[in-house]
């Protein structure tokens, strides 16, 4: 046996948990179209939330309107403690149908591509429309878009030196931050999916989603709680959010479980 096939083996047997996951020969449910309505009125009431930020008379924000209202607040603690939960667990749903769809592979290198270029787009050409709105309001730039952008490119400006709050000094993801997230977690979630995937994990959820809502509901907001009370209240919605991906992933494989025995199909 060559080194090279030896190699190709060992990594196989390595692999194994990982790619008796991805490589199931099995047919697709049919697309949740209702999923995809829900994500569009996700992202619609998070743009109208950041919006109104800059209306908030009492809020905090990066750049602020000279009409101020103190009633919009009210509107937006409505959407506050669920938005961007409802937009991680439909994440989670998503994810399980890719997962679904491709081999280890080319599901890593295709969610790179797909969330990583964005963001990478969205660092470099939107979060500085943002900086340069905030800094003409708060120090009174006397310069145009185009010429602090093209200081926005040199790192040690000093210009930006009270803005150096980001991945490189002041180059940001600023409200992109779900996309790095997003990417983080589906890597963690990769690790992990040979545990989730596991006879015995499959059956311990399957029996506590045959229980009352009671305590299904219970059961899915102690880890939430436990969260809220130990965790700091600043980085709180990172752990949030990974915990309403993996809620979503597993609801999302019980649903493709469902799906693929109603119709016949073997998983």
Same mark, same amino acid.
């Given at each position: ?14 692999? +194994? ?17 209702? #999923? ?27 750049? +602020? ?6 009633? =919009? ?12 939960? /409802?937009?991680?667990? =439909? ?12 081999? /280890? ?8 591509? +797909?969330?990583?270029? *964005? ?8 979060? *500085? =429309? ?14 145009? !878009? ?11 400006? *000093? ?9 490189? *000094? ?20 990769? #690790? ?35 969260? +809220? /009370? ?13 915990? !309403?991906? #993996?809620?979503?992933? /597993?609801?999302?494989?019980?649903? !493709? =479980? ?10």
């Amino acid at each position: 046996m060559t080194l090279k096939k030896a190699i190709k083996n060992a990594m196989r047997t390595l692999l +194994k948990p990982w790619l008796s996951v991805f490589n199931q020969a099995v047919e697709l449910p049919p697309r949740r179209y209702d #999923l995809d309505w829900l994500r569009v009125l996700a992202f619609g009431l998070l743009i109208f939330y950041h919006a109104g930020m800059l209306y908030s008379e009492n809020w905090g924000f990066h750049f +602020k309107s000279q009409y101020l209202s103190s009633g =919009i607040e009210n509107v937006m603690l409505l959407l506050s403690p669920w938005r961007m939960g /409802l937009i991680w667990f =439909i994440s989670g749903v998503a994810l399980r149908f890719i997962v679904a769809r491709f081999s /280890l592979g080319m599901f890593l290198t295709t969610r790179s591509v +797909k969330i990583l270029l *964005p963001l990478l787009f969205g660092i470099w050409f939107i979060v *500085p =429309i943002q900086l340069y709105a905030q800094m003409s309001q708060e120090v009174g730039l006397a310069m145009s !878009f185009w010429q602090f952008y093209q200081q926005f490119f040199n790192l040690t400006n *000093p210009l930006f030196n009270h803005y150096q709050a980001g991945i490189w *000094p002041h180059v940001d993801v600023n409200h992109l931050w779900y996309l790095r997230s997003l990417w983080q977690f589906t890597l963690l979630l990769v #690790l992990a999916m040979p545990l989730f995937h596991h006879s015995h994990v499959q059956a311990v959820i399957t029996r506590l989603c045959e229980r009352s809502l009671v305590i299904v509901f219970i059961v899915l907001l102690l880890p939430l709680c436990i969260l +809220k /009370l130990s965790w700091p209240s600043d980085t709180f919605r990172y752990p949030m959010g990974a915990l !309403f991906l #993996l809620y979503g992933y /597993l609801l999302g494989s019980l649903h !493709f =479980i469902a799906s693929c025995y109603v119709t016949g199909r073997r998983y």
